[in-house]
């Protein structure tokens, strides 16, 4: 299997096996990871990429957030934060905002059968924005000072690559 699973998992009726524990019944947690292990087997899973048109391209297997465009859009902040644990896909889900907003973005078909694509409102946007994607997953330091050196480096080169936007500020 390739291409995109839609998902929804619901947890509400796995039950504790006692009162006094949240753990699930031990034959119950067996029968979901067999099921997780049936469901998955063929699946071409992109373990740790980050890039989204990247994994569409390769046809890779994606889990569709894309919603998520929706819920931002709708949301109508200027400044959003994903306060998220490590390895929980925040790079992967700025990757695919940048391709779905960027106005330097070659996205038109990377979006087609996922679910952002079932709301013409929320395309729209597509390809209408400038995008600045910083991510400080390369800022990674043994120490403060280094640490800052690396981030003045990403934003230098940010700086650069993005040099045309500066008669706009």
């Not at 031990?26 to 099921?35: F, H, K």
């Not at 990429?49 to 819920?71: G, Q, W």
């Not at 200027?78 to 905002?97: A, D, E, V, Y």
Request: glycine share 6%.
């Amino acid at each position: 299997y390739q291409g995109t699973i839609h998902c929804r998992i619901d947890v509400q009726d796995s039950k504790p096996h006692n009162a006094s524990s949240p753990l699930l019944d031990y034959n119950r947690a067996l029968s979901i990871l067999r099921w997780g292990i049936e469901m998955t087997s063929g699946v071409n899973f992109a373990i740790g990429a980050d890039n989204f048109a990247d994994i569409i391209n390769n046809k890779n297997t994606y889990i569709d957030k894309t919603l998520l465009v929706r819920d931002l859009v709708l949301d109508g902040s200027h400044i959003i934060l994903f306060p998220r644990p490590r390895r929980f896909g925040k790079t992967l889900n700025m990757s695919m905002l940048k391709c779905l907003f960027g106005v330097r973005e070659k996205s038109k078909d990377l979006f087609q059968g996922l679910a952002i694509s079932q709301h013409p409102e929320m395309m729209t946007h597509q390809g209408k924005y400038p995008v600045i994607f910083l991510s400080l997953k390369e800022a990674k330091a043994n120490n403060f000072l280094s640490g800052m050196g690396r981030i003045a480096i990403l934003l230098q080169k940010l700086f650069l690559q993005h040099e045309d936007l500066r008669p706009q500020l």
